[in-house]
């Protein structure tokens, strides 16, 4: 099974906040990232927390890290369409090592 | 400061054919990471290459193969492709000495094998 899950599809409107959730399973992981993809395209890094912080606040970017039930979330405020994409939560293991989830699709609506 | 690149963009070959992906890392780092993603899947972990030697691998068979080369540039090869190994190949980089050790992909390679 997954390491990383995280659910598939998320649908919003222009203006409100989404949420992404990720439940991850190695406790000792050092590093958790978040990543998006627009379609055709590679990965683009967003932000990062690192395993001993609570929350990393970045423009409209909020990362919540729960690291007793390893559960993390990527809040975006005010989601506009070009928001839209395909998000992937990932963990770090050992050196370098990223494991993904299958990502979330997050579709804004006008 | 230039960014992580790959070539080529896209490839067609078929199976049992031989493929090679070139991937240069951006400026400053030392390490390259190469994954596989398949079609509605996450990344998947290929291996490593730290000072041009493989640093980890993933569940994959030997027929996948690489090199890293002393500006850290790096080559991805695979042998006798099959027709799952149709996907979009990823190729980060980073560097080891920093405690993040951010990983920043490329654009990705999408090979297609009939």
């Known amino acids: 099974g997954e390491d990383v899950e995280q659910s598939l599809f998320l649908s919003v409107r222009e203006g409100d906040s989404s949420v992404i959730n990720c439940t991850y399973t190695d406790s000792s992981s050092t590093y958790l990232y978040w990543y998006k993809q627009e379609p055709g395209a590679g990965l683009q890094l967003l932000t990062y927390?690192?395993?001993?912080?609570d929350m990393k606040q970045d423009q409209r970017l909020t990362v919540l890290l729960n690291k007793k039930d390893k559960h993390l979330s990527l809040r975006i405020a005010d989601t506009q369409t070009g928001d839209s994409a395909i998000y992937f939560c990932?963990?770090?293991?050992?050196?370098?090592?990223?494991?993904f989830g299958k990502g979330t699709m997050l579709l804004v609506s006008p | 400061e230039t960014g992580v690149t790959q070539s080529p963009t896209h490839l067609i070959k078929t199976r049992g054919q031989q493929v090679t992906l070139r991937c240069s890392s951006q400026?400053?780092?030392?390490?390259v990471s190469w994954y596989q993603q398949a079609l509605g899947q996450g990344p998947q972990f290929i291996f490593q290459?730290?000072?041009?030697?493989?640093?980890g691998r993933g569940n994959f068979p030997p027929r996948f193969s690489g090199l890293q080369f002393p500006n850290y540039s790096s080559e991805l090869n695979v042998n006798a492709l099959e027709l799952d190994d149709s996907a979009l190949y990823l190729c980060a980089s980073s560097f080891r000495d920093n405690p993040s050790d951010t990983q920043y992909f490329g654009p990705g390679t999408r090979l297609t094998v009939l």
């Open positions: 290459y730290y000072r041009e030697e493989e640093n």
């Open positions: 400026s400053g780092h030392n390490t």
């Open positions: 927390i690192f395993s001993n912080m």
């Open positions: 990932a963990e770090k293991k050992g050196y370098s090592t990223l494991t």
